[in-house]
Structures are given as structure tokens and as C-alpha cells.
């Protein structure tokens, strides 16, 4: 049993979600898969409780 190669996956995928040549049908098909979600800013995540950066780490 062989394993597809990654571009032969990716291709697949991409019919899958009938994207095409077209830029935004790209565009539209990748926000399909990846969602990046907006982080929080330093201070708000400090006032919910979350983890701050430490001085060192931040470009104050």
C-alpha cells in the first residue's frame, strides 16, 4: 500500500471544494480550511486573566 504523495492530497482536497484557477475561489476555498483567530491584545489578556508576555518578550 503506498501513501499519495502531498501534492496529490492537496489537489484532491481543492476539487473537493471546487476551488479553481481563480484567485478568489482560492481565496474562499482556503478560508474554508484555515481560520486564524484574532489574538487578544497584551492588556486584555492580562484583565481576562490570561498569560502576559513577559517585559523581555514584548516591543514596548
Known amino acids: 500500500m503506498t501513501d499519495k504523495p502531498q501534492v496529490d492530497k492537496f489537489k484532491e482536497l481543492a ?7 481563480d484567485e478568489a475561489a482560492f481565496e474562499g476555498a482556503l478560508k474554508k480550511i484555515v481560520h486564524t483567530p484574532k489574538l487578544p491584545d ?3 489578556a492580562a484583565k481576562a486573566g490570561g498569560a502576559r508576555l513577559p517585559r523581555n518578550w514584548r516591543e514596548d
Do not use: F, K, S
Open 15 to 21: 476539487r473537493h471544494l471546487d476551488a479553481d484557477e
Open 42 to 44: 497584551d492588556d486584555a
